[in-house]
């Protein structure tokens, strides 16, 4: 797991509140030629809706993508979300935009940590020549909450239970996700978790099934799951 991430400061409730503005001009000074160049292999900005604008810079920054989001970010938002976390992971879902005063708002919820982030796109960046830069500012605000190792476990059960490949895809590997699948498209609602325990990093979570008494084994990573990463359960033994 080579992904970096700094801890969210417990500045604010998760409740969307009235953002505040952390960066300064919509484009930071000294923005140059080559930086432009740079953008041109992309579809313009120009005119791009502003939740949509904003959806393209979490993802490059998510993917880790950092020619791509500094088009979309001015170099202070970008040093922000880069200095969060090196790249920022999948797991950011949108929950809020809020206009005011040529700026719109769009707010974004870790689901694997917690934690929230609001990047403000102003208006009259997005009409500019190019639209480049125009996400100038970005915000961290509550308090991280990872979730433990068993209850990761526990919901990719649950999903495997149920047939749902979507998070199943999210929660376990695709190594696991096709040993799950291979066993049985759909897991079914009998197993029952009986212990876990920990070893180099990973929790090993068994259950057993109260009508085939067969038995599961993940193995889930504990550092993944401190650095906010998907596809956490890696390991499966089945007997």
Known sequence: MGRRIKGLAAVGALALTAPVVLSGAAA?????????????????AKNVAAVTYADRLIRAWGRGDTATAN???????????FGQASPG????????????????????????????????????????ADGWHAAYTARFSGEPKAWNAVQWSDNLVRAWGRGDTRWMNYYAS?????????????????WQRTASEGAAGTIYVTYRNTVTKHTLVLGISNVGLSQGDA?????????
Do not use: F
């Open 174 to 190: 695709p190594a696991v996700v096709k040993g799950l699948t291979r066993i049985s498209a759909k897991g079914g609602a009998h």
């Open 89 to 128: 992971g999948i797991h950011w879902r949108r929950t809020a935009t809020e206009g005011t005063a040529g700026t719109i708002y769009v707010t974004y919820h870790d689901d694997a940590r917690g934690g929230n982030l609001v990047v403000g796109v102003q208006n009259v960046g997005l009409r500019s």
């Open 231 to 239: 596809q956490l359960a890696y390991r499966l033994q089945y007997r």
């Open 71 to 81: 088009c979309y970010a001015s170099a202070t938002t970008s040093k922000t979300l």
């Open 28 to 44: 930071d000074a000294g923005t140059t030629s080559t930086a432009a160049a740079s953008c041109s292999r992309l579809a313009s």
